[in-house]
């Protein structure tokens, strides 16, 4: 069966993120991560120097027809952008990684600063709680450089395909539960602590 389109932009994210991954030129990779860097919060094919990573290989039926870009064009040039900020200066770790959620990823933030805790959570919920796409990547930009700074990973084609939902008004506040979920959801051990001490 063929991918719904949001995961057909998953799985392009993913192969532009391995094709990165293979160049083994240090100098060369730094470059294109460098240019990458620059299209943070631009439109996509407002810089043609990454068109062959953001829009190379894209399926057909992802691409815009129009003047404007598509959804999944906006989405696949958001990732692999925020992925390039997360990449920065990180030369032996891939930062990348399947499974590592958004509010996951907030959530282990949260682990590791517990008394900056009210102000992390604040930054996660004027993420998800954005009114636009653009104003979503302008938070978004924030909350990679913070995980950037504590070698916490994203999964970034997962966050290619949520991005891609969000455009849609009426999939929003379902892509906003599933950010609170992988933000509130503890790990079974740690419900049953939890709920042992609730009973003590």
């Known amino acids: 069966m063929k991918p719904s389109k949001a995961g057909q932009i998953s799985q392009f994210v993913q192969a532009r993120i391995t094709r990165l991954s293979h160049i083994n030129n240090e100098s060369r990779l730094a470059a294109t991560l460098a240019k990458l860097r620059r299209g943070v919060g631009k439109e996509p094919g407002?810089?043609?120097?990454?068109?062959?990573?953001?829009?190379?290989?894209?399926?057909?039926?992802?691409?815009?027809?129009?003047?404007?870009?598509s959804f999944g064009e906006r989405a696949?040039?958001?990732?692999?952008?925020?992925?390039?900020?997360?990449?920065?200066?990180?030369?032996?770790?891939?930062?990348?990684?399947?499974?590592?959620?958004?509010?996951?990823?907030?959530?282990?933030?949260?682990?590791?600063?517990?008394?900056?805790?009210t102000a992390i959570t604040r930054r996660f919920l004027a993420a998800v709680t954005a009114d636009?796409?653009?104003?979503?990547?302008w938070h978004l930009r924030g909350l990679v450089q913070l995980l950037r700074a504590e070698d916490i990973k994203l999964d970034y084609p997962l966050l290619a395909k949520e991005l891609f939902d969000f455009q849609y008004p009426i999939r929003r506040d379902r892509i906003r539960l599933q950010w609170g979920r992988q933000f509130y959801w503890q790990p079974p051990q740690e419900r049953s602590d939890n709920g042992s001490n609730d009973q003590k």
């Open 46 to 69: 407002s810089l043609p120097e990454l068109w062959e990573v953001t829009l190379d290989g894209m399926p057909e039926s992802l691409q815009g027809n129009d003047e404007q870009p």
């Open 76 to 117: 696949a040039h958001t990732a692999l952008t925020l992925f390039a900020l997360h990449q920065q200066g990180k030369k032996e770790k891939w930062m990348s990684e399947s499974g590592a959620t958004l509010g996951g990823a907030m959530r282990e933030m949260i682990r590791r600063n517990s008394e900056r805790e």
């Open 132 to 137: 636009s796409y653009e104003e979503l990547v």
